[in-house]
C-alpha cells in the first residue's frame, strides 16, 4: 500500500466511489472533472464571487453623537376599552403590572384615540355619539377599569400619564377640572396633557369623518382658537403641565375638492399653528403657547373588501422599507413649524399612536415583522429629534376575518393591534390573554438598548438589509442594534468600535424566527455572550431578527501587592499576609495563551507534491468560506440552496481528484 493510499484508506467512502468508477478510465474522469467546474463557473458570478464570503463590516463611531435619548422617548397607549388595563380581571395572572413593570414604558397615554372626544371622565362613558354618516354607535367602555385606577398603577411602576381630553364632546371648563382632580386634589403628578384626538378628521374635509366632533364650527382654524381656550383654562388650575396640539402628517386622502392633498395637510398644519384670538392681555397665538405638538403614523393600509383608498394592503418588505420615509416626515414637519411660528422653531415633537396599520389588522399585526418595525422605527423618529413615540395599544380585540395571507410572515389566523393578547375571540386558535405578541419583545429590545439620558451614536452597515442603531450608554456601555430584514438569509457581520477599549466579551440578546414563528406560545429573548477577536466581534445575524449587543468598557486588573518582610526583636523574619481584594477590586485570573491555529494542510501533509497540492486546494477552496461565513456559506448575495451548491460542486471535485491520483499511484 502507498503512503498516499494510507491516507485515504480511513475515508471508506472515496473507495466506494472508486470501485463505481472501475468501469471508466483516467480520461473519463478527468472529463467528469471538466464537467463540475464547467458547471461551477458557469453558475452566475454574483452567486460565486468568494470576495462575498467577506463577512458584513458594522462601524459604531461613539464620538458621533446624533441626539440624547429623551425623557419620554419609549411611551405606548392604553385605552377605555381594555378591560385588561389593571389586574382587576385578572385573578390568577399574569398580571399587567408585571408586564408593563418589564418594559417599564416611559409614558402612557390614556383614555386612547377616537374615545377621547367621547369620554367625559366626570359622567357616563358609554355614551352614544352620531358620525357623519348617520350611524349611532355605543362607546364600549370596561366599566370596572377606573381613571384613578390606571394612572395609580403607571405611577407605581415608574411611568408617566398623557392624558388627552375630550375635545369633540367635551369642554374646556371639563378639562380643566380633570386636571383639578389629579393634579390638586388628588396629587396624581399628571404633566402631560392633550387636546383632542385626529380632530382634522372630524368631518371637515369629506371621507374624513370618524372623529366625534360636535361643535358647530369645525376645521383647524376653529380647533386652534378653541384649544386656545383649552390651554388657558388648564393652566389656571396648574401651570406646570405641558399641553400638545394636533397636527396632521396625512397626505393622499384629502379631498381634491377643497384642496389638493399637499395643500390639505399644509393649510391644516398652517391654520391651527397660527390661530389666534384677542384677550384682555393681548393677542394669543396656537403655536406660542402650545408645549409641543401632536402626530399619528400608520404607513400600511390594510386590504380588506370593498375598501376603496386601499388596495395595496399589508406587505412585509414594504412595511420595513418605510421607516426609510421617517426622516423626510419629520424634517418637512419642522420646516412647516419654523414656517408658521418663527418664534418657536423647536417646538417638540411627540408621536403619539403608530402601529403597522390602523384598524382593521391582519396577521402582520402580531408578527415578529411588526416587532422589527416597531424597534427599527422608534429609533427612525428619536435620530430624527421627536421627543416621544407610542405605540397603538397595550391590548386590543382580536380580529380574524382580515388579512391573513400567506405572503405575511407567521402562522396567525387573525390579527390584534394589542402588544399584549386580550381575550381570546370564539372559534379561532389564540393565546391566553396577556401572552405577549412580538411587539412586546421589540419594543423591550429598546429597554436593552437605551434609556433616557443615553446618548444614540452614528453606526453603519454595509448592506441595506442590515438596519443599525447605537447607543453609549450612562454607565460607559455601548449597545448596537443589528435588524436582518432579509427574511431568509442569515450574514456574518463584523463589528469594530473604533476608539473604544472594549471588554473581551459582550453580552448578546436576540429576538428571531425561533422566538415568534408561533404566535400561540410566547418565547422570551434569548440571551447569550459573545468573544472578540482580533479587537473586532463577529456575529452572525439569522434571518428576520432583532439583535443587541452590548459592549463593557475594558477595566485593567489589578496587580496583587508583592509580600513584604518585616523584621522581628528576634532578628526572625516574617511574611506579612497578601492583602485581601476589597470592594470593587478587579482579581487577575490566570490564562493561557492560546497556540497559533494548526491548518488541517500542515497537519497532514507529505512529501507528496500532488497529494499536498489536493490539500491545499482544499484548505483555500473550502475551509475558508465555512470559516469566514459563520453559519455555513451563508452570506451577502447567496441563499441557501447556492451556498450548498458551492460545497457540493468543491466535494465531487475534490473526491474525483482524489481517485484519480489514487489510480495514478497504483500504476507507478
Not at 15 to 39: E, P
Not at 49 to 68: G, Y
Amino acid at each position: 500500500m502507498s503512503k498516499f493510499e494510507a491516507h485515504i484508506t480511513p475515508f471508506p467512502f472515496l473507495n466506494t466511489l472508486d470501485n463505481a468508477l472501475l468501469r471508466f478510465n483516467n480520461s473519463k474522469i478527468i472529463f467528469s472533472i471538466l464537467i463540475v467546474l464547467s458547471i461551477f463557473l458557469t453558475v452566475p458570478s454574483s452567486h460565486f464571487v468568494f470576495a462575498e464570503l467577506t463577512p458584513i463590516s458594522i462601524t459604531v463611531n461613539k464620538d458621533n453623537e446624533i441626539t440624547t435619548i429623551p425623557e419620554l422617548a419609549f411611551g405606548m397607549n392604553m385605552a377605555i376599552f381594555d378591560r385588561y388595563a389593571t389586574d382587576v380581571n385578572l385573578p390568577n395572572g399574569p398580571y399587567t403590572s408585571d408586564l408593563l413593570k418589564d418594559i417599564k414604558p416611559a409614558i402612557v397615554r390614556w383614555p386612547g384615540g377616537t374615545y377621547s372626544d367621547a369620554f367625559h371622565w366626570k359622567g357616563d362613558p358609554g355614551i352614544r355619539i352620531t358620525n357623519d354618516y348617520g350611524d349611532t354607535n355605543i362607546i364600549y367602555y370596561a366599566p370596572d377599569i377606573t381613571t384613578p385606577d390606571v394612572i395609580n398603577e403607571v405611577n407605581g411602576i415608574g411611568s408617566q400619564m398623557m392624558i388627552t381630553v375630550n375635545y369633540g364632546t367635551g369642554t374646556a371648563q371639563e378639562a380643566a377640572d380633570w386636571v383639578e382632580y389629579s393634579n390638586i386634589t388628588h396629587n396624581q403628578h399628571i404633566r402631560y396633557w392633550e387636546i383632542g384626538n385626529e380632530t382634522y378628521a372630524d368631518g371637515t374635509y369629506s371621507g374624513w369623518n370618524w372623529e366625534p366632533n360636535s361643535r358647530t364650527e369645525k376645521g383647524p382654524t376653529a380647533y386652534g382658537v378653541n384649544a386656545l381656550d383649552y390651554i388657558s383654562k388648564m393652566k389656571a388650575v396648574d401651570p406646570t403641565i405641558k399641553i400638545g396640539i394636533v397636527l396632521d402628517l396625512t397626505q393622499g386622502n384629502a379631498d381634491n375638492g377643497i384642496c389638493s392633498a399637499t395643500e390639505c395637510l399644509k393649510k391644516w398644519n398652517h391654520d391651527v399653528l397660527t390661530a389666534q384670538r384677542v384677550t384682555e392681555n393681548g393677542t394669543e397665538i396656537l403655536g406660542e403657547k402650545a408645549d409641543f405638538v401632536v402626530i399619528h403614523w400608520y404607513p400600511e393600509c390594510p386590504k380588506i373588501p370593498n375598501n376603496p383608498w386601499c388596495t395595496d394592503g399589508e406587505n412585509d418588505a414594504s412595511l420595513l422599507e418605510k421607516v426609510g420615509q421617517i426622516e423626510n416626515i419629520v424634517s418637512r414637519l419642522k420646516d412647516q413649524i419654523a414656517e408658521y411660528v418663527p418664534s418657536r422653531p423647536n417646538i417638540p415633537i411627540f408621536v403619539t399612536e403608530t402601529n403597522s396599520v390602523s384598524q382593521d389588522p391582519g396577521k402582520q399585526t402580531v408578527s415578529l415583522v411588526n416587532a422589527m418595525f416597531l424597534a427599527d422605527s422608534y429609533m427612525a423618529w428619536l435620530k430624527s429629534g421627536v421627543a416621544n413615540v407610542d405605540w397603538w395599544v397595550l391590548h386590543a380585540a382580536f380580529e380574524p376575518n382580515n388579512n391573513n395571507s400567506n405572503t405575511l410572515f407567521g402562522d396567525a389566523t387573525f390579527g390584534n393591534l394589542g402588544m399584549i393578547a386580550s381575550e381570546p375571540y370564539k372559534g379561532i386558535s389564540s393565546p391566553t390573554a396577556n401572552t405577549p405578541f412580538p411587539p412586546y419583545y421589540g419594543f423591550k429590545m429598546l429597554q436593552i438598548l437605551g434609556s433616557a439620558g443615553d446618548k444614540i451614536i452614528s453606526s453603519t452597515s454595509q448592506n441595506s438589509l442590515i438596519t443599525t442603531h447605537a447607543v453609549k450608554q450612562s454607565n460607559g456601555n455601548i449597545a448596537v442594534l443589528i435588524i436582518n430584514k432579509d427574511p431568509t438569509n442569515s450574514y456574518s457581520t463584523t463589528i469594530s468600535l473604533p476608539g473604544y477599549n472594549a471588554n473581551s466579551s459582550a453580552r448578546v440578546y436576540t429576538y428571531d424566527k425561533t422566538n415568534a414563528l408561533t404566535v400561540n406560545t410566547a418565547v422570551p429573548i434569548k440571551q447569550s455572550s459573545l468573544t472578540q477577536t482580533n479587537s473586532t466581534f463577529n456575529y452572525t445575524v439569522t434571518p428576520y431578527s432583532l439583535n443587541t449587543l452590548v459592549f463593557a468598557p475594558y477595566v485593567a486588573p489589578t496587580s496583587t501587592p508583592t509580600p513584604t518582610i518585616t523584621p522581628s526583636p528576634t532578628a526572625q523574619t516574617t511574611q506579612s499576609p497578601t492583602p485581601t481584594s476589597g470592594p470593587g477590586s478587579v482579581t487577575a485570573s490566570s490564562s493561557v495563551t492560546p497556540s497559533p491555529r494548526v491548518s488541517q494542510r500542515s497537519a497532514i501533509s507529505s512529501n507528496n507534491p500532488i497529494e499536498n497540492f489536493i490539500v491545499n486546494a482544499t484548505e483555500h477552496l473550502i475551509t475558508p468560506s465555512l470559516r469566514k461565513s459563520g453559519a455555513g456559506v451563508l452570506t451577502k448575495g447567496m441563499n441557501v440552496q447556492q451556498s450548498v451548491l458551492i460545497v457540493i460542486v468543491c466535494v465531487i471535485t475534490a473526491a474525483l481528484l482524489f481517485i484519480l491520483v489514487k489510480r495514478t499511484i497504483r500504476k507507478k
